[in-house]
């Protein structure tokens, strides 16, 4: 929720609490007999004068959180024609104060405030010189407390703004944690998958085909040879469901080759070079490792370009013996580690839980982002 939307939520609200204040202390004029006729009308009637100036332009600039600086002053103008002639309508600060803090910024509304309650002891300098001292100590207390009611106001929608905020943030993480868990558990049933056909079917035929050429290497008996076709046949699909069930950027290659293409892909997006080195010796992973270093990858670049208006990226994949490091660095704003708890950076982590493997972030405002994920392979 915005500022705007907060003040259009509640201004039917004030308009009503507005209308009741005039209403009661127009009638309230119009039935005391402290003054003549006239100068009652004359109250009532510019009473009516900023009801109608509020309804045409004061409630519009309120619902679209605008600053109405002039529309204030006019308002005030015709408050000291109504106190003049009148000096109960005082009560109509109770309406005022609120309205000039909807409609003012908020040092304008302190003036004005100040202002309109110094209007009483004004005209009494002028018609009532007895009653100036009491008047202005009513002045100062009415004054400090319509500022007090002004902040509250002010907090109030603040507090809203910031409740819908929360609101709308806390529902895309909802979808984005369905998301994620969604990813997550599909990614784990087919790595589950696929280690299950590596480990029993595809294993299952190479030894079947071992075993029957090693009792007959020529295959002179057809049904040794059939049986071998077979099981090669069936070995072959057990290699292509293994294949469905690695992710699709790694399909198309080894990981080295994602993750080229993931920096390539980025480059493309952002204009922001990404250069990718590899160091040690390539060797082939078990697909959930592969999985989670090439999430890794995307991720991090992912959020480099989302989040850190950087001007160069840079990823390396590292193979030692004992392990695989993948390091994506950035030269962009950087952010406090400790204070992120983005869905990406905790996605990460629970991956590399997931393989033993250790994720370090390592970043300061201003000062660029290292994202460091070292798996035992």
Known sequence: MTGSEAHSRYAQWWDAYFGVVAVAVATAVLLGDSHDLRRRWLAVGAIAAMTVLHLTLGRRLIRRNAVAHPVLVGQIALFAVAVVAAPFTTWLLFAMTPMIFQMASLRGAIILVIVINLITPAIDVVQNPSAVKWDLLIAVISAATGIWLGFWIIRVIEQNVERGQLIAALEASQVEVTRLSHEAGVAAERARLAGEIH????????????????????????RLALAVRTAKENLAESRALLAALTPAALSEGSLPDSVRRQARRFTEETGVAAPVRI?????????????VLL??????????????????????????????????????????????????LT????????VAGNLTVRSHPDSGTTVELEVPA
């Open 347 to 354: 996605g990460m982590r629970t991956r590399a839980d997931q």
């Open 279 to 291: 160091t040690g010796e390539e060797r082939a992973l078990p697909t959930n490792v592969e999985v």
């Open 199 to 222: 480990d029993t079917l595809a294993q299952g035929f190479t030894s079947i085909i071992t075993l029957l050429q090693a009792a007959d290497p020529a295959l002179r008996d057809e």
């Open 295 to 344: 999430r890794a990858a995307q991720e991090s670049l992912t959020n480099v370009r989302r989040h850190a208006a950087a001007h160069e990226a840079a990823v390396l994949l590292a193979y030692t013996p004992t392990s695989v490091r993948l390091v994506v660095r950035d030269d962009g704003r950087g952010f406090d580690p400790a204070a992120a708890n983005g869905f990406g």
